[in-house]
C-alpha cells in the first residue's frame, strides 16, 4: 500500500515536471492559429514561418552570432582562469574562486541597472559588442566551474610521466592536459552558448530592436500577440535540450574512460 | 617558498590577470555604481556650483548675506545649458513650492542686466526668505539618501526628519512585502513537493532513480522562456489543465489561471523545485543506509523513526534548499512579467520600470541596492551553511 502511494505520487511530481513541456510538442505542428488542444490537423506552416519570416530569421540569427560569441569569450577567459586556479590554495586563490562565481548569485536585473549605466557612459548601448559582454558575464561562472571539473580529471603523475618522457611543457599542455581536460571545457562552451541563447532580462535593458533574439522575440510575444511560431521555437528548444543532455552524458562517459582506461 | 614556485605563482596570476579585469570592468563597476547612483544627486550643484562656498558663514535662519547673492547671479550667469537650470528647477520646486516661477523670473532679470549687479531682492521679495535659500543649499550636496529611503517609503521633512511618505507617493513597501510572501510560499511549496520527492529518489535505486532525477534536470535545462511559455499555454482558459477539468466535470467553467496569483506561484514552484530536491537528495545519500533498519529494529514506528532520525539529519539539505529557492524567487523577472497580473509584479518589475520605462536610474539603483543587499544576506548565510559542518549532531 505504501509503497503503491509512493508510486502514484513520484509519477504525479514527475508529471507536473514534465507535462508541460511535453504537452507544447505536439502544438507546434497543428494548423489552427489558436496555441491549443485539440489540434486542427497537422502542418509545418509555423515551422516554416519560423523560417522565413523576416523577424523570426533575424531572431535566429542574432542568437546564434551573439551564443556563438558569448561561448568563445567565455570559455577563453574561464578556462585561461581554470588553469590559473589549478592546483592553487591560499586566500588569493581562494577570493578568485568566490568572486568568479558571484554572477550567479547577483539578481540579474540589478546587473542589468549596473550595466546599463556603464554602458551608456563608454558607448556600448545598443550595441552587439555589449551585449555579448553582458552575456559573457553571466555565463562564465559556469565556464570555470566546468573547465575548473576537466582539469582537476588531469593526473599530475600522468603530466610528469610526459615529461619525464622529454615533452616541453607547453607539449605535455597541448597533448596531455588539453585533451584530458577537453570534454569540461567543451560542456562549459556548451553552457556560455545556452545560457546566451536564454538570456532575456540583460537584453531587455541593453539592447535595442536589432539585438533581438529567439528568446528576446518569444518574450516579446508572449507578451503582446500570441502566435503558434512560440510552440515552433520551443520544440526546437526541447529537441535541442534533450540532445545536448544526451551528449553531455556520452561526453561525460568518454572521459572517465579517458581518465581510467581499463 | 623555492624559486620554481614564486614563478609559478606569477604564471598563474598571469593566467587569472584577463578574468579579474574583465569581471571588474562589467561585474564589479556596474555593481558598483548602482551603489553610487543609488546615493548621489548632483542635479542641483551642476547648476549651482558657487554657491556651496559663499553661504559657509550663513546662520540658515537670517537674510542671505550679499557673498551668497553675487554667488546666486553669478551661477545662473554661468548656465549656459538650459536643461541644467531646468532639472535643478524641477528637483527644487517640489522640495520648495512656487520655485519654478521664482527662478523663472530672476533668471529672466539676470539675463536682462547683462554684466551689471542685480538686485535680487527687487527682482522678487522672496529672496529676503531664509527658505528658498535653504532649500537651494541644502540640496548642494553630491550625496542623498533620498532615493534609499523613497525606496522603502521614507523621506525627510522640511526639518531634515526621516518620516513616512504620504500613501500616494508610497508603494514600494507593498512591492517588496509582495515579493517576500511570494518567495515565502513558493519556498513552502517546494519543501512540500520536495521534501517527499527526494525521499522517494534516495530510497529508490536503479533507472528508477535515473528517471525521477531526469524528470528534475531535463526542465531544469530547458530555456527559462519555453518554460514559462509551457505555463503560458498550460494555463490559458482553453488551455490542458481546464479541458481536463472541465471535460471530467470537476468544475463546471474554467479557471481563471492566468494572469493572476496562481498561475505565477505555479509556475515559480516549477522553476524552483530542482534547487530544493537537489540540495536535500545528496544530503540523503550521504547517509548510511542501515539507519531505517536500526530504528525500525529497536521498535520504531516508521513515521516515528522519519521524524527523529531521517528529518533532523536531512535538515541540513533543507535549508540549504529553502535558502536557494527563497534567494531565487525574490528575483523573479520573466515569470511575474509574463504569466502574472499587474498585482503580481515583483520588486524586479519595479526596478525595470524605472530603469527602462522612466529612465529614473537613482531610484532603479536604490530599489536594486536592496534587492542586492537581500540578496547578499542570504547568500552569506547560504554559504557558511553550505560550508560548514552538518548541523544536528
Known sequence: MLKFLKGIYGVAVACFMVVPLAAILPLAFNDGVLINYPMN???LRWFDELLTSAVWKRAIINSLVIGTATALLATSLGTLAALGLRNRSGTFYSICRTAFLLPMVAPVVVLGV?????????????????????????????????????????SPVTERAAASLGAAPFTVFRRVTLPIAFPGILSGAIFAFATSLDEVILLLFLGSASQRTLAREMFAQLRDNLTPVIAAVAFLFIIGTLLLSVLSVVIRRRRSVAIMPE | MTKGDARGHWRSAAMLAPLILFSALFFLWPLASVMTVAVSDPVILRAFPGLGAASEDWSRNGPPTPAMQRALVDDIRSIDDAQVLGAAVRRLNAAHAG???????TAAAVRSQDGTDVDLFAVDARWREPEPWRAIIDGLSPYTDEFLLAAIDYGRDENGAITRLPPDKSGNRYVFARTIWIALQV?????????????LMASVTGWTRHALMAALLVPMWTSVLVRTAAWFIMLQDQGLINEVLVGTGLTRDPLTLLFNRAGVLISMTHQTLPYMVLPIFSVLVSLPKSLMPAAASLGAHPLRAFWRILLPLSLRGIV???????????????VPALVGGPRDQLISSLIAHYATGTANWQMASAL?????GMTGCLYAVYSRFAGSGQIGR
Open chain 2, 320 to 334: 540549504s534548499g529553502a535558502l536557494l529557492v527563497f534567494m531565487t524567487s525574490i528575483g523573479f523577472y520573466i
Open chain 2, 187 to 199: 519556498t513552502a511549496a517546494t519543501i512540500a513537493i520536495g521534501l517527499p520527492y527526494a525521499l
Open chain 2, 368 to 372: 536594486g541596492l536592496v534587492l542586492l
Open chain 1, 41 to 43: 490537423g497537422v502542418s
Open chain 1, 114 to 154: 549596473g550595466m546599463q549605466i556603464i554602458f551608456s557612459r563608454i558607448g556600448l548601448l545598443n550595441t552587439y559588442t555589449g551585449i555579448i559582454i553582458a552575456h559573457t558575464v553571466v555565463a562564465l561562472p559556469f565556464v570555470v566551474i566546468s573547465a575548473g571539473t576537466g582539469l582537476a580529471g588531469v
Open chain 2, 99 to 105: 520655485f519654478r516661477s521664482l527662478m523663472g523670473r
